[in-house]
């Protein structure tokens, strides 16, 4: 059964890297031989259309690997036997692909929380990893550029931007934006006024303080890297 699959859920009160923002995911982060270490519940999420915020329940080994963003992040080390498990069965084959996809289907999974298609990029940046096309076609649904309009703050957009460009590959970053028609969403250049020269337009992500008061709202329960 499940039961036998070691997955231990750590809680450390006063931790100095565990952010009070996740408590509701029940996680926490210690620095291990040079390493930052996560600890976190095996959980199940439901969304409810209008927030990329979860509602959280205890879950077994399986429901927490199919509710990942991403098969090469639904992979588990049993500590008592010493073996990777795959329970998707996919995880091990996409990294050998090097490549980025979903679990579940691409087109539900983004719309859950957009942000994950940003995620991918970022890890495919990273890892030089290739895009699974049904990833991408998703990705360019006008539903998702939606979602990721009206769902996500311009400060947590920024923020995966500013993680992205510093992969080892931010130029493969920013084409896998353009293939994937975020580009002008995530780096938005301002209009620039006619007859000024071109040297005037700039890119950049920042948002006006109505914004910062979304991103306080959607984000106060710290939804986690998603996992």
């Known amino acids: 059964g499940y039961g036998d699959t070691t997955t231990t859920a750590f809680e450390l009160q006063g931790s100095k890297s565990a952010s009070p923002q996740s408590n509701h995911l029940q996680t926490a982060t210690l620095s291990l031989l040079g390493f930052d270490v996560d600890f976190a519940r095996l959980r199940y999420e439901k969304y409810d259309g209008s927030s990329r915020i979860p509602e959280t329940t205890d879950a077994t080994i399986v429901q927490d690997a199919w509710r990942r963003d991403l098969t090469i992040n639904s992979l588990y080390y049993n500590l008592n ?83 992205m460009f510093g992969t080892r590959d931010p130029t493969r970053g920013i084409k896998l934006l353009m293939e994937t028609n975020m580009i002008d969403l995530v780096l938005p250049i301002d209009d620039v006024p006619e007859g000024e020269g071109q040297e005037e337009t700039a890119v950049g992500v920042e948002s006006d303080d109505a914004r910062g008061h979304k991103m306080e709202e959607e984000e106060k329960d710290g939804a986690l890297v998603r996992t």
């Open 81 to 163: 036997t010493n073996q990777v498990e795959d329970w998707t069965e996919r995880g091990l084959q996409d990294l050998q692909l090097r490549t980025i996809a979903t679990p579940r289907k691409p087109l539900p999974t983004l719309l859950e929380d957009p942000v994950r298609i940003l995620r991918a990029v970022r890890f495919a940046a990273q890892l030089s990893f290739s895009i699974d096309p049904a990833l991408v076609r998703a990705a360019r649904d006008v539903r998702v550029r939606h979602a990721l309009e009206n769902k996500v703050s311009r400060e947590t957009i920024g923020c995966e931007v500013d993680s």
